[in-house]
Each structure stands twice: as C-alpha cells, then as structure tokens.
C-alpha cells in the first residue's frame, strides 16, 4: 500500500513538470507581452525596457523557464506582476474557498446524482427513469455562467432566499447556489452513470441470491447492489473534480466568489504570468491527488483489488 | 395424492412477456413435497424447472416474467396471495434456495462471514456479533475448514466446492423447512459434486428438511431423491418414485434421458450413447398435440391433434403419453 502511493507520487513527477512545460509555453506565446498589458501601448519606450529587464523578460524563452523552474523546485513559484506579492501567498489565500465551492458541488453532485440515478434504475422504463434522465441531459448541457445567472435570477433575486453572490466570510446560504451552479453538470453525468451501473449489476446472481434471502428491496439495492455499481462513479467522480475545477473559474465570476478560479481569470487577463502558472500547477496537482485518492478507494471498496506499483 | 404436503403447486403458469411474443416457461405444472422428503425435478435445460423454482420464491424478474396462474400452497397458506412483507419473511427462513453458480451467487464485496450472517440478522433481529457468531457455526456445519478465519474471507479466495458450501451454509443458515437446490453441483469438479452431494443429503437428515432437487444429471437423482418430477417444454410428462422411474419409466422422453447415459457393461465397452434426437422446442411455437412427438421415437398419428394429460398410469407413477 504505501509502496503504491509511493510510486503513484512519482509518476506525479513528469506529469506536473510537463505541465509546467505547456503552461509556460502556451501563457507565454499566447497571452502577448505582460509589459505592454500593464503599461499600455503608450508607454515610454525605455520604461517598458527596464520594466521587462527587472522580470527578466528579456531573455530568451528557454532560459526564463530554466530559471522559473530553477525556482519551482525550491518551492518558489516567483512574484505576482500585479501586486508584487509571492504567488504561493495569493494561491494559499485563495485556495479554501475554492476547495470549499468544489468539495460542496461535489457532495451536490453524487447526492442529487446517485440518488436520481438510483431512483431512474429501479423505475427503469417507466416515466420517472424518462424525468430522472431527462432532468440529467438539461444538467449536463446547461452552461455553467447561464445556470448560474438564471439560479440568481430565480432563488436571489425574485424568491430571496440567498444571497446574489459573495462569500460571505463563510456563511453556509453564500456556498448553497455555486454548488449547485458548479455541480449540476457533475450530477447529471452521476445520474446517468449510476442508473447504468446498478441496472448492470441488479442484473446479476447474487442480487437474486440476495433476494432469496428474504432481504428488503431497499437492502437489496442499496447494500449488495450499490455497493457493487459504485465503482465506475467513483471513477467518474475523480474524472469530475477536473472538470468541477474548469468549471470553478466561471462559477466564481458569476457568483463573484473569492476563489483560484477568479484569480486564474483575473491573472489572464493582466497577464499575471507567474500567477497563471501557479494556479494551473495547483489545479494539475489536485487533479493527480484526487485520482491517486479513488484509486486508493477503489482497493477499500472492492476487496479483488490489490494495489500493485 | 397431494395430502399431508409441505408445498404442493398446483397448475402453475409463469409466462415471460418478450417482445418477439409469449414465452410459456411453465404451463401448468403440478407438484407436491412431503416433509423431509427429496424430489428431484429433472428436464433438459430451458424445460422450465428453474423458473417453477423462483416461481415458488416469487423471484421470478418481473418484466418480463410474470406468474399469470396456479397456486403454490405451503404450510396451508397460498404464496400467490402473500403480500410481499410476508413472503420476505418466508424467503431465506422457511424456504431457502442455492444457486447453480457459486461464483456469481456470492457477492464479491462482502466476506462470506458477512453473507451469512446478514440474513440471520435480517430475520432474527439478532446482534451483528451474535449473528457473526452463529454464522461461522453454520460455516463449520456445512465442513468449512477454520470457519472463524474463513468468514473473513471473500468469495474469490475460496474454491468453487468452498463458495458452494457457503452458499448451502447461506440457505441453511436459519434451519429452513424446504430446501431449494438447483443444479447445485453442475458448477463444480465431479470429486467435489460428490462431496456437496452427501453434505446435503447429511444435512438434510440432520435437519428433517424437504429438498427440491433441480438437475439434469439423472445420476445424482438415482443416488439422493425419492421421488421425480420429469419436465418437458414447460410441463410435467412423469411423476414417478424414484424406483419407479428408473425401472419402468413410462414417457418415451424419460426413456431417452435413460439412454442417453452412459452405462459400464462387462464386454461391450465402446457402445455409443444415445441421444434424444432434435432439439428442445422453441416455446414460442410449439406443437398443439404432445409436444414431444417432434422428437419422439414412438410417435403416432393420435399424437398430433391434441395434448394428452397427466395420467395416473399405475399407483403414484404419472406419465403425459397417450402410449404409457
């Protein structure tokens, strides 16, 4: 086991350094001179010339990431061009209230998606599967920014019962409408998946041995066949945290939320390069960790599993 | 003929609604059990005997199968009629049932331990540590091995003559009145058939408990069951004791089924097996007559227009054949 988190750590390794590699290619071609963005295209031209000389943007391409990756690996992730502070402190400061609104959506989506799901596969065929599966296909197609808008319109601005939008130093009926926002999509895609997974497996032997053996249907579905249909959502669900994380950018503007998403647009559009970097290795290395996590659940779940490096 | 029965079914009907048309499964099926007696209940596959098995569980998956006729009495009280509460209660407690597959009867995620001991909680509202407890007592009854380590164990760690003790210990578990086994060792290595065999009949003399015996292999019906119900097409074409049968069986079916095996005869070593021409019926479409004669040997024109029924040809042998 631990020689398994071990090695699973350490193919973290060239993944994250390529990571770094395309994200510092990709801002750097992509995202046009931080200098100019900054400056404005009436700047002075021997200002901009120092400025960028200070940043070390003068030199070439392959020695700036030299020297940004000589830094990484000593844990420095550089200085934000916009408030000159280290972009570790931004991200730290930003990062709880985004595991905050990913960990809700996520708990939004396997609740309203497994449950969904479950009811879908035990009506199978019957007009409450056609509402289940239905209502799931308006989640997953729904944008992000436009259910986000319209949950406002709706449950903030016409019905009052939470607020527009904010933080809210914390308070729980700031969190309730982004979760949704940010979980509708991952809950559509849960409902659809376990209702797949638990039709399969209520097919099965033991689920009619199970039966024999005098065991409530609800037992019977919930024990001996969710038990068994969880595994390709669990699968799903780690799948899902990467897309709940491209979904927290916009999520967080609409809903003005305090968050790495935010900053992650914010940065682009400033052309914050060291905080655009920072924030895409964060999100690579939650990606990773919350892999590595489902498949540490996977052995946990079902005993045929051994983990081998 | 039916009194003093544990279980009698009487002109059962379970029929399966496919898209392709109506599936008669089983149409119209008689039987009955005594206490502690065995019947054997003997048939090609798809004659139907799996289905009157979890027709009487009521197990059978509805859609697309549905129990459209009959009634299934036991203990004087008619199954059909049961809410499902009260049949939940009959299941895995007063009727038990083992499975052909031991490997895909057994939950893979839980311990053996566990699948034992869930049922006997679920029906004695015992303790989790006592109904563990009794578990593995019913694992060493069943002659697990080390049962108080081997209830920790799950089903892919054990043999497939072990996964099927645990599935009889499973059935045992709460001493049940009628035992339902069906094709309970055709899974299994023929040492092991053996072993799992005389491990249920043992029990069951312990026990004092009925057993429906669901197999094809007319040895294993010679050795344990008293009496034997033969299925065709849904149907039930001889009843017989089991003495009976195998002297004098009456349809020309269970006559073919008697050939068909192989026998060890002092200087003819390499005769050839006969076997039942054609193949089993499409209950899609079948016969009007008998619905053997397609297949049958002995068939003649009277065989054709219409069914012949279940007669009492002699005392207590029963055979569907205008010919017996």
Not at chain 1, 29 to 54: C, H, K, N, S, Y
Not at chain 2, 127 to 142: K, P, Q, Y
Not at chain 2, 178 to 192: G, K, M, Q
Request: with cysteine; aromatic share 6%.
């Amino acid at each position: 086991m631990r020689g398994y988190v071990l090695s699973r750590c350490g193919q973290a390794v060239p993944v994250l350094f390529g990571v770094t590699l395309i994200t510092f290619l990709l801002t750097h071609v992509a995202l046009g001179d931080p200098v100019r963005a900054m400056m404005g295209q009436r700047a002075d031209p021997e200002v901009v010339a120092r400025i960028r000389a200070e940043y070390g943007l003068d030199k070439p391409l392959w020695h700036r990431y030299a020297l940004y990756m000589g830094k990484l690996l000593v844990g420095d992730l550089g200085y934000s061009y916009r408030q000159g502070r280290p972009v570790s402190a931004t991200l730290a400061e930003r990062l709880p209230a985004t595991a905050r609104l990913a960990v809700a959506a996520m708990v939004v989506a396997l609740v309203l998606g497994m449950t969904a799901g479950i009811v879908a596969a035990v009506r199978h065929n019957t007009g409450v599967d056609l509402l289940m599966m239905t209502l799931s296909l308006l989640g997953i197609s729904t944008p992000v920014f436009w259910l986000g808008m319209m949950l406002i319109l709706l449950f903030a601005v016409s019905l009052g019962w939470f607020p527009i939008s904010g933080y809210g130093d914390g308070a729980f009926g700031h969190l309730v409408l982004p979760a949704l926002t940010l979980g509708a999509l991952q809950a559509g895609y849960i409902a659809r998946m376990t209702r797949s997974a638990l039709l399969e497996v209520l097919r099965q032997e033991y689920v009619r041995t199970a039966r024999a053996k005098g065991l409530k249907e609800r037992v019977v579905i919930l024990k001996h066949g969710l038990r068994n249909g969880i595994l390709p959502i669990l699968t799903l669900a780690g799948i899902g945290l990467g897309d709940l994380l491209v979904g927290a950018p916009l999520t967080e503007t609409v809903f003005a939320w305090p968050g790495l998403g935010r900053l992650l647009v914010a940065a682009v559009g400033n052309r914050d390069l060291p905080v655009v970097l920072g924030a895409t290795l964060l999100f690579a290395l939650i990606f990773l960790a919350a892999n590595l996590i489902v498949d540490l659940v996977y052995a946990l779940v079902d005993p045929r599993v051994r983990l081998t490096e | 003929m039916r009194n003093g029965s544990l279980l009698t079914v009487q002109d059962l009907r379970t029929h399966f609604f496919t898209g392709e048309g109506v599936v008669r499964a089983v149409d119209g099926v008689t039987l009955s059990v005594r206490p502690g007696e065995t019947l054997g209940l003997v048939g090609e596959s798809g004659c139907g005997k799996t289905v009157t098995a979890l027709s009487i569980l009521r197990l059978v998956p509805d859609p697309p199968g549905r129990i459209v006729g009959g009634t299934i009495c036991f203990d004087g009280r008619d199954l059909l009629r049961l809410p499902e509460e009260e049949m939940r209660s009959i299941r895995g407690c007063a009727i038990s049932m083992i499975f052909q597959e031991p490997m895909t009867s057994l939950n893979p995620v839980f311990t053996v331990g566990e699948q034992v001991a869930e049922g006997i909680r679920h029906h004695q509202k015992v303790s989790r540590r006592e109904a563990w407890d009794r578990a593995v007592e019913v694992l060493r009854r069943v002659k697990i091995p080390d049962p108080a380590r081997r209830a920790y164990e799950y089903p892919h760690q054990l043999s497939g003559g072990l996964r099927q003790r645990v599935m009889i210990a499973m059935a045992l578990a709460l001493g049940p009145r009628l035992l339902i086994a069906d094709e309970p060792t055709t899974a299994l290595d023929v040492t092991i058939q053996a072993q799992i065999i005389e491990l249920l009949t043992g029990l069951q003399e312990e026990m004092q408990m009925a057993v429906i015996l669901i197999t094809h292999d007319l040895g294993v019906i010679a050795e344990t069951a008293d009496r034997v119900v033969v299925m065709y097409a849904g149907r039930v074409v001889e009843e017989a004791s089991a003495e009976q049968l195998f002297e004098t069986p009456l349809h020309p079916y269970t006559q073919g089924l008697l050939e068909s095996l192989p026998k060890l005869e002092a200087g003819k070593r390499h005769r050839r097996l006969t076997a039942i021409p054609g193949l089993i019926p499409n209950l899609l479409d079948l016969p009007t007559g008998c619905k053997f004669a397609p297949r049958c040997p002995k068939v003649v024109g009277d065989c054709w227009p219409t069914e012949p029924d279940l007669r009492e040809v002699r005392p207590g042998h029963w055979a569907r054949c205008i010919l017996a």
